[in-house]
């Protein structure tokens, strides 16, 4: 079982910068696959990053390549998604999640531990 909770969401303008964490507790947390996924209101989640937990090999979403950094800190079972020069489009709310699965990490479906959110804002 892991517990997930993220923080650092808010408000800032376009063209800002944003530090999501989630902070992991559970019993060999550091072991998982991490991923972030977004949702904006009717709209399905979306992949965001996702880096893994031997390698540190990270996979971005085209919408966020070369803006966001996902990076993870296994001392402090804390994962993190550095976002810059954002965009009013990347306004909706921020999940953390730990992979269950092994393939298809840009897929809702290979995760089975979820956070609870926190709304990012962009202000154009």
């Known amino acids: 079982q892991v517990q997930l909770v993220e923080s650092g969401g808010g408000l800032v303008q376009a063209g800002g910068s944003l530090r999501l964490s989630c902070a992991a507790s559970?019993?060999?947390?550091?072991?998982?696959?991490m991923g972030w996924f977004r949702q904006t209101t009717g709209k399905e989640r979306e992949f965001v990053a996702v880096?893994?937990?031997?390698?540190?090999?990270?996979y971005y979403a085209d919408s966020v390549k070369g803006r966001f950094t996902i990076s993870r800190d296994n001392a402090r079972n804390t994962v993190y998604l550095q976002m810059n020069s954002l965009k009013s489009e990347d306004t909706a709310v921020y999940y953390c999640?730990?992979?269950?699965?092994?393939?298809?990490?840009?897929?809702?479906?290979?995760?089975?531990?979820w956070g609870q959110g926190t709304q990012v804002t962009v202000s154009s």
């Open positions: 880096i893994t937990s031997s390698t540190g090999r990270t």
């Open positions: 999640a730990a992979a269950t699965g092994v393939t298809f990490l840009d897929r809702r479906s290979a995760y089975g531990y």
């Open positions: 559970g019993r060999t947390a550091s072991s998982y696959n």
